[in-house]
């Protein structure tokens, strides 16, 4: 998998110590500012689009993979959450760099199973495949919660056993959540686990960071240092928009809504570039 633009994109993170952003998107708007802040910023960046996006339209699918191969600067499209094989099958016609295998509501025997199997058909096909060891509990908009299952924490050893499945990217579970956390007092990050996680899977796979609502600036640098590449964007770079467009539906004429709230995404991918350290690193 080493010609994978997704592949030689988180590499690069990892040896550059610096995180790629990964913008999880929902519309035209969405994918608009993260062309828009990638190539301003002169930054690598990947578009995360959920299976939601399958049954929703194909059209959304190709609208960001256009948006990937027109921009000036790298930028890789990825599925992220694909939770049924049905769907990474339906995912894999489309040009994905790469999609996430993520069996976690299953038990861990099954999970590993079923990664492992799924990965070697979307090797076959040249995409490359994450997976999540343990579950990071919670949901968010177009992703089953898992909040009913008991919250496991990844540990070195399981972490080793996944990459063995062949996986290129890796999304520990290390006390982050999906969704929201009720408050920045309540995020409570193991970098301890982090480290020995790292450790473990050095030189096979890369880690990626899942759960980042509500995130200090502080708190995404620390997950960087403990090696994570991609970190997963949601409410993070969306809140402006969705509050503007909260407001000002049906108030201001829908091509200022849709003009203001790229600018307001835009803004706030920006920023967490400099966060991330991925500022003209592209």
Same mark, same amino acid.
Request: with cysteine; charged share 25%.
């Given at each position: ?6 592949v ?17 998107s ?10 828009? *802040?990638a ?25 960001? *993979?256009?948006?990937?191969? +027109? ?19 339906a995912? $894999?016609?489309?040009?994905?760099? $790469?999609?996430?295998?993520?069996m ?14 799924? +990965? ?10 994450? *997976? ?26 399981e ?29 409570k ?10 450790e ?7 880690l990626?960071?899942?759960? +980042? ?15 994570? +590449? ?8 969306? $809140?402006?928009?969705?509050k ?37 690193k592209?």
């Amino acid at each position: 998998m080493k010609d994978n633009k997704a592949v030689k994109m988180l590499k690069a993170a990892e040896e550059g110590g610096y995180g790629v952003i990964g913008v999880v998107s929902y519309n035209l708007e969405t994918i608009t500012a993260v062309v828009r *802040a990638a190539e301003k910023k002169r930054s690598p960046a990947q578009i995360l689009l959920f299976p939601w996006a399958l049954h929703y339209s194909p059209l959304l699918i190709h609208l960001a *993979a256009a948006a990937c191969s +027109t921009a000036t600067v790298p930028i890789v499209l990825h599925m992220d959450h694909a939770q049924s094989e049905e769907e990474i099958v339906a995912a $894999s016609e489309y040009p994905f760099d $790469s999609i996430m295998v993520d069996m976690s509501h299953y038990e861990k025997e099954d999970n590993l199973e079923k990664t492992e199997r799924i +990965t070697k058909m979307l090797h076959a096909k040249g995409i490359a495949t994450e *997976a999540e060891p343990g579950r990071i509990n919670g949901g968010e908009d177009g992703v089953a919660d898992t909040g009913d299952l008991e919250g496991l924490l990844t540990d070195e050893v399981e972490a080793k056993r996944f990459v063995d499945t062949g996986i290129d990217f890796l999304a520990p579970a290390f006390g982050n959540v999906h969704g929201n956390y009720g408050g920045v007092e309540n995020i409570k990050l193991d970098f301890e686990r982090l480290d020995k996680i790292r450790e473990a899977i050095k030189g096979k796979a890369t880690l990626v960071l899942h759960g +980042t609502n509500t995130f200090p600036d502080d708190t995404m640098r620390g997950c960087i240092k403990g090696g994570m +590449t991609r970190c997963n964007v949601n409410e993070l770079v969306l $809140s402006k928009y969705n509050k503007y467009v909260a407001e000002n539906t049906g108030k201001v004429p829908l091509t200022e809504l849709m003009g203001k709230g790229t600018d307001l995404i835009q803004e706030l991918i920006e920023y967490q570039m400099d966060v991330m350290g991925s500022t003209g690193k592209a």
